[in-house]
């Protein structure tokens, strides 16, 4: 079976760091390219980062620039997204999502966790 499974939410104050975690089973994560996005409460679903499968090329929104990094582990078959200078606005679900480019285009993203929460608190 196919699945996806973000770990490493929490509840964090502002200017805290986490490391979310996004792991596969069923599937090899180095084949695709992964996405994280979010939603905030009230909000619409946003991209946050993407790293491709080809060259390891990353992409982030200019939210997360400068603040999150994104890499893969190829021996654990994860791909982390660490959050460093959290701010209360960053504060959302996190999903990863599996698709065969970055793209910040939804309906593109074949496999989606079930979400992770981080909280910032002010």
């Known amino acids: 079976q196919v699945q996806l499974v973000e770990s490493g939410g929490g509840l964090v104050q502002a200017g805290g760091s986490l490391r979310l975690s996004c792991a596969a089973s069923g599937f090899t994560l180095d084949y695709y390219a992964i996405g994280w996005f979010r939603q905030a409460p009230g909000k619409e679903r946003e991209g946050v980062s993407c790293?491709?499968?080809?060259?390891?090329?990353?992409y982030y929104a200019d939210s997360a620039r400068g603040r999150f990094t994104i890499s893969r582990d190829n021996a654990k078959n994860t791909v982390d997204l660490q959050m460093n200078s959290l701010k209360p606005e960053d504060t959302a679900v996190y999903y990863c999502a599996a698709t065969w480019e970055c793209t910040w285009t939804q309906y593109q993203y074949d496999y989606w966790g079930q979400g992770t929460q981080v909280t910032v608190s002010s």
């Open positions: 790293i491709s499968s080809s060259d390891g090329s990353t």
